[in-house]
């Protein structure tokens, strides 16, 4: 498309990042295509901006709540998570370093669906999503509304949506792999099993129990600040001390 005379074109820019697993082996490399969002004008090219992320009560809740039932923790991760949503204004972009078409280099790109970087992005994916999970007939939570709720005959299924990452925990097997083949029919989905490695937070999970620790977060921030040769010291926590819901229960 010719550059339009009337409408600002935005830049772009890629990004390079490479993503480790909890034990600090690659997982990916990954290569994004971001839109230089600063260049936005508010009232002009946006409107209203949107965060999209679980509170940490939130996921603590979940946590608790699959411990005690003894149920797992499952996580999904929607590739390319910005790139689903739809857009309702007209953006046009640069034509990207190293796909610049010889001859056309004053053209530009129309937009059609969201790119990392833009202010309308988180929106326009929380708004396909939110869509999508009340068509499968999920009901969303009033005082968290990235959480989703769906029972069937009396089981309970559970979904927390933290950007990109799905946290899913029910009483029933069955209708977790349903979810997840009904978000496969229509986003390219990576599905690890069990969570694991979630907000720098290493999870072992087992029957009735749930481990989680920081190990390697720990040891990036001594590595940060140069302590990793720091002597250790005793921790003044009682390590033989164990909780279980009866005493919380007992004490009520």
Same mark, same amino acid.
């Given at each position: 498309?010719?550059?339009?005379?009337?409408?600002?074109?935005?830049?772009?820019?890629?990004?390079?990042?490479?993503?480790?697993n909890?034990?600090d082996?690659?997982?990916?490399?990954?290569?994004? +295509? @971001? #839109?230089?969002? =600063?260049?936005?004008?508010?009232?002009v090219?946006? %409107?209203?901006?949107?965060?999209?992320?679980?509170?940490?009560?939130t996921?603590?809740?979940?946590?608790?709540?699959?411990?005690?039932?003894?149920?797992?923790?499952?996580?999904?991760?929607?590739?390319s998570?910005?790139?689903n949503?739809?857009?309702?204004?007209?953006?046009?972009?640069?034509?990207?370093?190293?796909?610049?078409?010889?001859?056309?280099?004053?053209?530009?790109?129309?937009?059609?669906?969201?790119?990392?970087?833009?202010?309308?992005?988180?929106?326009?994916?929380?708004?396909?999503?939110?869509a999508?999970?009340?068509?499968?007939?999920f009901?969303?939570?009033?005082?968290?509304?990235?959480?989703?709720?769906?029972?069937?005959?009396d089981?309970? +299924? @559970? #979904?927390?949506? =933290?950007?990109?990452?799905?946290?899913?925990i029910? %009483?029933?097997?069955?209708?977790?792999?349903?979810?997840?083949?009904?978000?496969?029919?229509?986003?390219?989905?990576?599905?690890?099993?069990?969570?694991?490695?979630?907000?720098?937070?290493?999870?072992?999970?087992?029957?009735?129990?749930?481990?989680?620790?920081q190990?390697?977060?720990?040891?990036?921030?001594?590595?940060?600040?140069?302590?990793?040769?720091?002597?250790l010291?005793?921790?003044?926590?009682?390590?033989?001390?164990?909780?279980?819901?009866?005493?919380?229960?007992?004490?009520?």
């Amino acid at each position: 498309m010719n550059r339009p005379a009337h409408k600002k074109v935005i830049k772009v820019k890629w990004v390079y990042r490479t993503k480790f697993n909890s034990n600090d082996s690659i997982n990916k490399h990954k290569a994004r +295509l @971001v #839109v230089k969002g =600063y260049a936005q004008m508010f009232g002009v090219d946006f %409107s209203e901006t949107f965060a999209l992320g679980a509170r940490l009560d939130t996921i603590r809740m979940l946590l608790a709540l699959a411990a005690q039932n003894g149920w797992i923790i499952h996580q999904m991760d929607v590739k390319s998570t910005f790139l689903n949503g739809y857009l309702e204004e007209k953006f046009f972009v640069e034509q990207p370093e190293g796909f610049v078409v010889q001859g056309e280099e004053e053209k530009v790109h129309l937009l059609k669906k969201a790119l990392y970087g833009l202010k309308q992005a988180p929106r326009a994916w929380y708004s396909r999503i939110d869509a999508y999970f009340l068509d499968l007939s999920f009901t969303k939570n009033l005082s968290e509304f990235i959480l989703y709720l769906r029972k069937v005959n009396d089981e309970l +299924l @559970v #979904v927390s949506l =933290y950007v990109d990452d799905l946290l899913v925990i029910g %009483s029933n097997m069955k209708q977790i792999d349903t979810f997840k083949r009904e978000m496969k029919n229509v986003f390219e989905m990576t599905d690890p099993g069990k969570m694991t490695f979630f907000l720098v937070m290493e999870v072992k999970q087992k029957h009735n129990e749930i481990f989680i620790c920081q190990h390697k977060y720990a040891k990036e921030i001594l590595k940060k600040f140069n302590m990793e040769e720091c002597g250790l010291t005793a921790t003044p926590m009682n390590q033989n001390e164990k909780f279980c819901k009866e005493d919380e229960a007992a004490k009520i």
